[in-house]
Nanobody
Framework: QVQLVESGGGLVQAGDSLRLSCAASGRTFSNYAMAWFRQAPGKEREFVASSIWSVGSTYYANSVKGRFTISRDNAKSTLYLQMNSLKPEDTAVYFC????????????????????WGQGTQVTVSS
């Protein structure tokens, strides 16, 4: 079992930055592929970014590429999402997710691929 706790959300203005954190506990953090998803009201949960430590690889949704950066500190068992140039359409609840890395270096972008989830943190971007 892996426990995930997100933090860092808040209310910001368009163009501002936020950094989300996801603290993991329970298993060896480096063995897990990690990702951020988000869900806006009335919409399905969507992939934002993923990180695979074993191959040093990251992957982003087109909507956030160039603005968001996913990173991880395995020593602290923490995943981060640096969000710059925020837009009102980035408003959502952001979730941290984890899964065992079965196929080395493969990024998974469907929420059904992830077994472990945090409770989410709200990000609201005003125009």
């Amino acid at each position: 079992q892996v426990q995930l706790v997100e933090s860092g959300g808040g209310l910001v203005q368009a163009g501002d930055s936020l950094r989300l954190s996801c603290a993991a506990s329970g298993r060896t953090f480096s063995n897990y592929a990690m990702a951020w998803f988000r869900q806006a009201p009335g919409k399905e949960r969507e992939f934002v970014a993923s990180s695979i430590w074993s191959v040093g690889s990251t992957y982003y949704a087109n909507s956030v590429k160039g603005r968001f950066t996913i990173s991880r500190d395995n020593a602290k068992s923490t995943l981060y999402l640096q969000m710059n140039s925020l837009k009102p359409e980035d408003t959502a609840v952001y979730f941290c997710a984890a899964r065992i890395e079965v196929l080395r270096g493969v990024h998974y972008t469907s929420h059904s691929d992830y077994a472990y989830w945090g409770q989410g943190t709200q990000v609201t971007v005003s125009s």
